[in-house]
C-alpha cells in the first residue's frame, strides 16, 4: 500500500473546497487529512473524494464521521464526490455502518456512508 497523499482544490467562486484522499488512510496517516481539514474554515461546502483510497482502517472512518458532524454543525455540506473504492465499501461494511441509513448527528437525515446528501 501507498502513504497518504492529499490533493485540494477550490471552486471559482470559492464556496467549495475538494479534497482528493489517495492511498492509505488510517490511524498513523489520519492527522495529515484532519490539519487539511481543519484549515478549511471559510468555504460553506467541502467535497470529499476517497475513490482512489487504497487501505482505510477504523480511524480513517472515523475521521470521515467527525469532519462530517463537525461540518454539519457549523452550517456547511459535507460529503463524498466520485465513487468509493472497493477498499472504503469493505471496511463500511467490516464495522456495520452499511446497517445504519440515518445519522443522528444530521437530524436523521440519511447518512453519508448510505448514500445520503448532505
Given at each position: ?28 496517516t489520519?492527522?495529515e487529512?484532519l ?28 475521521l ?5 458532524r ?20 469493505k471496511?463500511?461494511e ?19 456512508w ?5
Open positions: 500500500m501507498s502513504d497518504l497523499t492529499l490533493t485540494r482544490s477550490t471552486s471559482n467562486d470559492g464556496t467549495t473546497i475538494s479534497i482528493g484522499v489517495t492511498g492509505r488512510l488510517a490511524i498513523d489520519a492527522a487529512l490539519s487539511l481539514l481543519l484549515e478549511e474554515a471559510t468555504p460553506t461546502s467541502i467535497q470529499l473524494d476517497v475513490s482512489g483510497v487504497e487501505e482505510i482502517d477504523l480511524a480513517g472512518v472515523q470521515i464521521c467527525s469532519a462530517c463537525t461540518a454539519l454543525n457549523a452550517q456547511k455540506r459535507f460529503n463524498f464526490s466520485g465513487c468509493m473504492a472497493p477498499e472504503v465499501k471496511t463500511i467490516t464495522v456495520g455502518l452499511q446497517r445504519q441509513s440515518t445519522c443522528k448527528h444530521n437530524a436523521d437525515l440519511p447518512c453519508i448510505c448514500g445520503g446528501i448532505n
